[in-house]
């Protein structure tokens, strides 16, 4: 059917390392994956990175990875990966 693949769920693990904590990165990836209907959570790490989980339309999780790529104005992008995995079925994007 045309227009399946779009709207099929799928879901992404990010970890963002460089300058992404203490920068307003969570709470800024937060009010974008509410505003682009991405569900999941983003939370730093203990070494420094932040570690994003985000499912929902192929075209709305690239979106996010896409703004996770440059980050808040105070950040400073130095390497993301990412990861295909499996949708956890999660409803709402929190902060932890």
């Given at each position: ?32 994956a509410k505003s ?61």
């Amino acid at each position: 059917m045309v227009g399946e693949s779009s709207q099929q769920r799928v879901a992404r693990r990010a970890i963002i390392a460089g300058r992404v904590q203490g920068v307003w990165f969570r709470d800024s990836a937060q009010r974008n994956a509410k505003s682009l209907g991405v569900a999941g959570w983003v939370r730093n790490r203990l070494d420094g990175t932040v570690e994003v989980w985000a499912e929902g339309s192929l075209e709305a999780v690239e979106a996010l990875l896409d703004y996770c790529r440059k980050g808040p104005p105070r950040a400073f992008v130095e390497h993301l990966s990412i990861d295909e995995v499996a949708p956890a079925g999660l409803e709402h994007f929190d902060v932890r």
